[in-house]
């Protein structure tokens, strides 16, 4: 299959572990990724007041050069941020024609508001399916993966314009998690904030909810974190680094690795994951 | 006294159609305050900035860092039993003061080096939501 690919600002960037392993698991899948062209920042948070025309512009401009790319095609982005900020655009779009016409006017052609965004987990439940990713799966590779799901804030939120899965039970992750053979932890804590932009001009804020929220992955005797957010993924190895002995992955690190792929294809320390690996025989 | 040229109804008018919701929906149950992340650091909680601009006193919120350091993380919004889109009316605060040029952060007071270490997202959120 063919999917168009937004990687926003920070996927080849502060992230390029998420970007390269992404690729890794889509050439293995035979998913085809056609980059969008001339891209923008989509603006980070989601503008949310009623007066938010010119912060819309700049994530209109995405989907627009996505449907000028190929209008068929459903444009894929790995960054919470992103994908929220992209889906609700998109929603408001499609439902405010008034917003949409003036917005036209700034745009290199009109939104048809036809453009379907999919975060790369929908692709694992929706398209492919989780029993071909089951089957493809080395699962005992991934036993003494003690994982802690985490969503953070914007994955899900609001469920009504998303669309992903339940806002408060969710089990888009953990169904994922479980289908390539960690060990999955039911986690209570899955979506406290990790203190989000505030480690720009506070980061003390940041600092006290990453954190807490380790502290509590320790007691539920995870010894590692997954997210789909580079923010979460800075945070919380930033302030968790030397205090707590655990480890933060990107979800598509760990299914390369279930799929066989080499860890240091996916950004990964061979020698970490040789520590978990061999911890698994412990367990 | 409001220091605004704006009567303090005019200031809640203002709220309320920035951010769309009927400040009236909220019985004060307190379940956006729980939830939030950081209410231990705020001077007023989140459902005290309500209750304030429901009783048009408006100086003690905008006093209040509450809005400053909402992170619009949405977990107030999906929890409120009412379905108060309580995120949207801290951020409407926000585009309130920007707009009156009372900023939380001047963008030039971060050093160039500060913005690099991060994810973009976060300096760009951060840019958005603090300082218009
Ligand atoms: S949760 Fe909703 S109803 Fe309860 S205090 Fe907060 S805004 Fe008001
Ligand atoms: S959106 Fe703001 S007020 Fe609501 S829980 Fe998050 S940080 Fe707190």
Same mark, same amino acid.
Request: hydrophobic letters at 40%; glycine letters at 4%.
């Given at each position: 299959m063919k999917l168009l690919y937004y990687p926003g600002c920070t996927l080849h960037t502060v992230a390029v572990q998420f970007d390269q392993s992404t690729k890794e698991i889509c050439k293995q899948l035979d998913i085809e990724l056609i980059e969008i062209s001339d891209f923008t920042c989509c603006g980070?948070?989601?503008?949310?007041?009623?007066?938010?025309?010119?912060?819309?512009?700049a994530p209109a401009r995405i989907l627009v050069q996505a449907q000028r790319t190929d209008p068929n095609l459903e444009l894929m982005t790995l960054c919470t941020f992103c994908y929220n900020t992209l889906k609700r655009t998109h929603y408001t779009l499609k439902k405010d024609e008034q917003k949409r016409n003036i917005l036209n006017d700034?745009?290199?052609?009109?939104?048809?508001?036809?453009?379907?965004?999919?975060?790369?987990?929908?692709? %694992?439940? @929706?398209?492919?399916?989780?029993?071909?990713?089951?089957?493809?799966?080395?699962?005992s590779l991934l036993k003494g993966f003690r994982v802690a799901p985490y969503y953070g804030c914007l994955l899900l939120r609001p469920m009504n314009e998303i669309e992903l899965d339940d806002q408060e039970q969710p089990s888009i992750l953990e169904d994922l998690?479980?289908?390539?053979?960690? @060990?999955?932890?039911?986690?209570?804590?899955? %979506? @406290?904030?990790?203190?989000s932009f505030h480690v720009v001009n506070k980061p003390e804020i940041a600092e006290q909810c990453s954190k807490e929220l380790l502290r509590y992955t320790e007691q539920f005797h995870a010894n590692c974190l997954v997210t789909c957010c580079p923010l979460c993924y800075y945070n919380i190895s930033r302030f968790g680094g030397t205090d707590f002995n655990f480890q933060i992955f990107y979800i598509t690190q760990l299914v390369g690795l279930a799929l066989g792929i080499e860890?240091?294809?996916?950004?990964?320390?061979?020698?970490?994951?040789?520590?978990?690996?061999?911890d698994s025989y412990l367990v | 006294m409001s220091m605004f040229k704006k009567t303090n109804e005019e200031f809640v008018h203002e709220v309320e159609l920035l951010s769309g919701q009927n400040l009236f929906s909220c019985y004060q149950c307190g379940k956006c305050s729980a939830g939030c992340a &950081?209410?231990?650091?705020?001077?007023?909680?989140?459902?005290?900035?309500?209750? &304030?601009?429901?009783?048009?006193?408006?100086?003690? +919120?905008?006093?209040?860092?509450?809005?400053?350091?909402?992170? !619009?993380? =949405?977990?107030?919004?999906?929890?409120?039993?009412?379905s108060v889109d309580l995120a949207s009316i801290m951020e409407a605060l926000r585009n309130i003061?920007?707009?009156?040029?009372?900023?939380?952060?001047?963008? &030039?007071? =971060?050093? +160039?080096?500060?913005?690099?270490?991060?994810?973009?997202?976060? !300096? +760009?959120?951060?840019?958005r939501k603090l300082s218009g």
């Open positions: 980070g948070l989601y503008p949310q007041t009623t007066e938010n025309l010119m912060q819309l512009q700034y745009l290199e052609e009109p939104y048809n508001a036809k453009v379907k965004i999919v975060h790369l987990i929908e692709v %694992f439940r @929706d398209d492919i399916g989780y029993d071909t990713i089951r089957k493809k799966s080395k699962r998690l479980y289908a390539i053979g960690c @060990d999955v932890i039911e986690f209570p804590y899955r %979506f @406290d904030c990790c203190g860890p240091i294809k996916l950004g990964l320390d061979p020698e970490i994951i040789n520590k978990f690996i061999s | &950081f209410a231990n650091f705020m001077d007023m909680l989140p459902h005290q900035v309500i209750r &304030f601009l429901q009783l048009k006193k408006v100086e003690p +919120v905008i006093d209040a860092n509450t809005y400053w350091y909402c992170a !619009a993380c =949405l977990t107030c919004t999906t929890r409120c039993p009412k003061m920007i707009r009156e040029n009372r900023p939380y952060i001047q963008v &030039f007071s =971060l050093p +160039v080096e500060i913005i690099e270490g991060f994810p973009q997202q976060a !300096a +760009v959120s951060a840019l």
